[in-house]
Structures are given as structure tokens and as C-alpha cells.
């Protein structure tokens, strides 16, 4: 019995706390420190994106979203807010994953396999990768060929995926892959050009 009083005694003050907690703005206080580590983290990875490129002037319908060591190499991760759509810059150094010929090449559905092959044991696998358009794109002030294709992908929220890969090597002399992928409904080309065109070097 003096047990149960005494875990109702400790209940009705942590409510009391609470209480006392909200009516001073406890919840105002919780709801800015979110904030400001959610912008902490924002400002980091674009902080850290900046060793591979100036992506300063792009539209705020924009975010980075990490900077990350995708495949053993330094890559930028960005979202589209609105329609989700990813956009991707690998930073492979010296050695190109896909070089701009690659891009223009007939076999390269079998040479974007083969990449995504070697990268299989990663979180996502890509297969079934058909090539169904081709044109060109501006990235890092450059205008660069693409190729738009279609895949199927595990461990993603969709299956069908669609998107666009091109290649450009930076004045450093690094080769960088540019992607992007959304849902294959939901693509949108004009998204893609809008996030590359302000992609810069630094």
C-alpha cells in the first residue's frame, strides 16, 4: 500500500512538472532548440559539401541533405523539398566512374551495370537499367552530355525509379558523376537542369 502511494506521490509531480514546465513556455524553449540543431546539421553537411563544389546559389526549394562517403568516395546528397526528387554529385577524384564518352557510348545500360554490379552490397541496388533518352546538361558552368534511364531499385519508398547520369571533370582535374532519381512518374527533367545550372567550383 505505502508503495503504491509512493508511485502515485512520484507520478502526480512529474504531471505537476510538466504542467509547470508548459505554462513558463517549456514548450516554446524544446521547440527552438529543435530548430536550431535541425539548422546546425543543415549548415554542416553544406559546410562540408563545399569541398566539392559552390552550390551557394541555388534556389532554397532546394536542401542539402548530407554530405557522405557514398561508394569510398565524397559525394553530395540534395532533395528537391517539394517533389522529393534526389540529386547526387559523386566526387571520384582522379579516376572517372563514367567518363563523358561512356555517357555517349551504345553500351552504356552494360557499363552503368556493371557499376552498379560492383556497388551491389551498398544499402540500395539498381538493375534493369535501360538508356531511353540522351541529351545535355550544365554542370559546374560546363555543358555535358547526359543519359536519362530508367531501373528498378531495392530499399528505396518506390521501385520504379527514372533519372539522369552525366559526367564533368572540374579544373582540379577530379571527375565528378552527376545524378538524379525520382519515382518514374514523378521525374522531372526541369528540376534537374534547375539544380545543376548552380552548381559552380569554388
Do not use: W
Not at 536550431?36 to 536542401?63: D, Y
Not at 558552368?141 to 543519359?147: F, L, S
Not at 559526367?167 to 545524378?179: C, F, M, P, R, Y
Not at 519515382?183 to 534537374?192: A, M, P, R, V
Amino acid at each position: 500500500m505505502f508503495k503504491l502511494i509512493k508511485i502515485t506521490f512520484k507520478a502526480t509531480i512529474l504531471v505537476l512538472a510538466l504542467i509547470g514546465f508548459n505554462a513558463i513556455g517549456g514548450q516554446k524553449y524544446v521547440e527552438m532548440a529543435k530548430t536550431s540543431i535541425v539548422k546546425f546539421i543543415h549548415e554542416r553537411a553544406e559546410n562540408r559539401a563545399q569541398s566539392i563544389g559552390n552550390f551557394s546559389n541555388l534556389h532554397e526549394e532546394f536542401e542539402i541533405d548530407n554530405t557522405v562517403n557514398l561508394f569510398g568516395y565524397k559525394a553530395v546528397l540534395a532533395e528537391h523539398n517539394v517533389s522529393g526528387q534526389k540529386l547526387c554529385i559523386v566526387d571520384s577524384g582522379k579516376k572517372a566512374l563514367l567518363t563523358q564518352d561512356d555517357i555517349k557510348s551504345k553500351d552504356l545500360e552494360t557499363k552503368m551495370q556493371k557499376l552498379a554490379d560492383k556497388f551491389k552490397f551498398q544499402s540500395v541496388s539498381f538493375h534493369e537499367i535501360k538508356v531511353i533518352n540522351r541529351g545535355t546538361i550544365t554542370v559546374y558552368g560546363q555543358t555535358v552530355p547526359y543519359a536519362k534511364f530508367e531501373a528498378k531499385a531495392n530499399k528505396l519508398p518506390f521501385s520504379d525509379l527514372s533519372g539522369i547520369v552525366a559526367s564533368v571533370k572540374t579544373s582540379d582535374g577530379s571527375e565528378k558523376l552527376a545524378i538524379a532519381i525520382s519515382e518514374k512518374k514523378k521525374y522531372s527533367q526541369l528540376i534537374t537542369d534547375e539544380f545543376y545550372k548552380n552548381v559552380k567550383e569554388n
